[in-house]
C-alpha cells in the first residue's frame, strides 16, 4: 500500500528566487496549452491549469503550483467550480482505465488525490463554508473511501478536521461579533456619563512591556484567521472570459481581513483617547511617554502593525495640537521609532526592520524570536499595486502565471508569519480592556483635546463651540 505523503508547512514553499523554478519541468503528455522558459512555467489556458492541478497514477503536482493556482484561480472562477472540474477530471481518469480494473487504479491514485485534497482543506478551509464545494468534496472523498477500507479512515480524519476549522472560525466571529457589540454599548455610556468610567490604561497594566506582549496576543489571534484567499478576493472583478451572468456576488465567506484593519484603527483610536483624557498636563504627558514605551516594545517584538497603531494614534491632530503636553516629554525616543517607520523612500527603513525580523524569524530558537506582525495596511497596498500593475491576462488568452507566482510568494510569507504561537502569557483583564473599552470619536477627541488645551487659533475656537453645541444637544 502506498504511504499517504504528508502536507509540508507552507514556509518553505518559495526559495528567495520567487519559487522553485527547476520543479516546473514540463512533461510530455497530452496536457498542452502551457507554456514555460528556462523550466518555468509562465502562463496557460485556464483549462490546462485545472489539469495541471489533477493528479495521476504518474504524477502529483508540486505544492508552489497548487498552493499559487488555489490561491489565484478564484480571481477566475468560483472554488466550487474548480473543485467540479477537479471531481470531473478525476471520474474521467477513472473511467478511460481499463474495464474491471477501477478498484486497483483507485488504490493507486487514491494518496494522491487524498493529498490534494488535504493540502486545499488545511489551506483554504473557508472555501468549504459553501454547501456546494462541501458537497463535491465528500462526492470525491466517498469514492476514494470505496476503493480501500485503509483510506476511509484518513477520509474521515480529513473531513473531521476541515469541519473543526470551520467551527473553530464560526466561534471566533461569535466573540468577535460580542466584542464590537460591547465596545459598542460602553460608547454610548460614555457619550451620556462622562464620569462614569474612570479607569485608564495606565491603572489597568502599568508595565508598558507587558502591554505590548498583550497587544502581541491580539495581533496573533487576528492574523490566524485571515485566509490567505481574502487578499485576492479584495480584487476580484468580472473575468471578461467568464460567461456565468452571476458576477462574483457570492465568493467572499469572511471578513477577517477588515476585521484586522479595524483593530488597527481602534488602536490608533485608544491611544489618542488615553492621551486626551486626563486632565492634568503631567498626566497627559505620563501616557505618551508610556506609549513611547510600549511602541519600542513592539518594534523589539517584530510586532509591527500595534508599533505604526500606536505612533499614528500619537500623530492624530488631536495629540499632536497639545504643546503644552509634548513640552513636558522626552521625545528622543518617539523620534527614533518615527524615523524607523518614516514613510519616506516607499518606507525604506520599516522594510529594512521587516526582513530583518523575517530572517531573525527563519532562524529562530524560540517562539518569542519567531514573531513577524509585519505593518498591514502596507502588506495589503503593496498586494494591491502588484496586482493592478500587471494583467491577469495575457493578450492570447492565457492566464498570466508569472504574476501569480510572485503574488503567492508574498501571501505565503505572510502565512508563515500568521502560524506562530504567541509565547506571552495571556492577562485576561488587560486583553478585555483593550478590546472593549470605549474609545473617542474624532469630534470627541477634539473636544477633550481643546478643554485640555484652550484653542490657538480662529478656525479652532469655531469648531470647539460647534463641537460644545452639538455635545450639549447630544446629552
Known amino acids: 500500500q502506498d504511504r499517504m505523503p504528508q502536507t509540508p508547512a507552507v514556509a518553505p514553499v518559495f526559495d528567495s528566487s520567487g519559487y522553485s523554478r ?28 485545472i489539469q495541471h492541478l489533477v493528479p495521476s497514477i504518474d504524477y502529483y503536482p508540486d505544492r508552489t503550483y497548487i498552493f499559487t493556482f488555489l490561491l489565484s484561480s478564484r480571481l477566475f472562477m468560483h472554488p466550487y467550480e474548480l473543485m467540479a472540474k477537479v471531481c470531473h477530471l478525476c471520474f474521467e481518469q477513472q473511467r478511460r482505465g481499463e474495464p474491471g480494473l477501477e478498484k486497483s487504479w483507485i488504490r493507486k491514485i487514491a494518496p494522491k488525490v487524498l493529498q490534494l485534497l488535504t493540502e486545499w482543506t488545511e489551506t483554504f478551509p473557508y472555501d468549504f463554508r459553501d454547501e456546494r464545494m462541501m458537497r463535491n468534496l465528500k462526492e470525491l472523498a466517498q469514492r476514494i473511501a470505496s476503493g480501500d477500507e485503509a483510506y476511509r479512515k484518513n477520509v474521515q480524519q480529513l473531513l473531521q478536521s476541515l469541519i473543526r476549522k470551520l467551527t473553530a472560525v464560526s466561534q471566533y466571529e461569535e466573540v468577535l461579533a460580542k466584542i464590537n457589540a460591547t ?148 521625545t528622543a ?84 508569519w500568521k502560524q506562530v504561537e504567541c509565547p506571552f502569557e495571556r492577562d485576561r483583564k488587560v486583553l478585555q480592556y483593550l478590546l472593549t473599552v470605549p474609545v ?14 484652550s484653542p490657538e487659533n480662529h478656525i479652532e475656537k469655531d469648531r470647539w463651540k460647534t463641537l460644545r453645541f452639538v455635545s450639549e444637544v447630544a446629552v
Not at 525604506?348 to 513577524?372: C, D, F, M, P, W
Not at 502596507?378 to 491576462?393: M, P, S, T, V
Not at 477634539?446 to 488645551?453: N, R, T, V
Open 22 to 49: 527547476s520543479l516546473f519541468q514540463p512533461r510530455e503528455d497530452d496536457r498542452g496549452g502551457l507554456s514555460y522558459h528556462d523550466n518555468s512555467l509562465l502562463s496557460g489556458s485556464l483549462e490546462a491549469l
Open 333 to 416: 525616543k518617539f523620534d527614533i521609532l518615527e524615523h524607523q517607520m518614516d514613510p519616506s523612500s516607499n518606507f525604506y527603513n520599516y522594510r529594512t526592520a521587516l526582513r530583518g525580523a523575517a530572517q531573525r524569524s527563519l532562524t529562530a530558537h524560540s517562539s518569542r524570536e519567531k514573531i513577524v506582525i509585519p505593518f498591514f495596511s502596507l502588506l495589503i497596498k503593496d498586494i494591491y499595486f502588484l496586482n493592478e500593475g500587471c494583467a491577469n491576462r495575457l493578450p492570447n488568452g492565457h492566464v498570466n502565471f508569472e504574476k501569480f507566482w510572485e503574488l503567492a510568494k508574498q501571501v505565503s510569507e505572510f502565512m508563515t
Open 183 to 330: 465596545s459598542t454599548d460602553r460608547l454610548t455610556v460614555l457619550k451620556t456619563k462622562p464620569q462614569s468610567i474612570q479607569r485608564d490604561i495606565i491603572t489597568v497594566c502599568n508595565d508598558p512591556y507587558a502591554l505590548a506582549q498583550q497587544l502581541t496576543h491580539i495581533e496573533l489571534e487576528r492574523l490566524n484567521y485571515i485566509g490567505p484567499e481574502e487578499f485576492v478576493q479584495a480584487f476580484v472583478q468580472k473575468d471578461p472570459l467568464d460567461n456565468d451572468q452571476s458576477g462574483c456576488r457570492d465568493r467572499k465567506k469572511t471578513r477577517h481581513l477588515e476585521a484586522y484593519v479595524e483593530w488597527f484603527n481602534r488602536l490608533s483610536y485608544l491611544v489618542a483617547t488615553e492621551i486626551c483624557m486626563p486632565v492634568k498636563k503631567k498626566h497627559r504627558a505620563r501616557v505618551i511617554e508610556y506609549f513611547i514605551d510600549v511602541a519600542r516594545e513592539c518594534f523589539n517584538i517584530g510586532n509591527f502593525n500595534s508599533l505604526m497603531a500606536i505612533i499614528s494614534g500619537m500623530n492624530m491632530s488631536s495629540v499632536s495640537r497639545l504643546k503644552k503636553t509634548w513640552a513636558k516629554v522626552k
Open 440 to 453: 473617542f470619536s474624532d469630534d470627541a477627541l477634539y473636544l477633550a483635546s481643546y478643554e485640555s488645551e
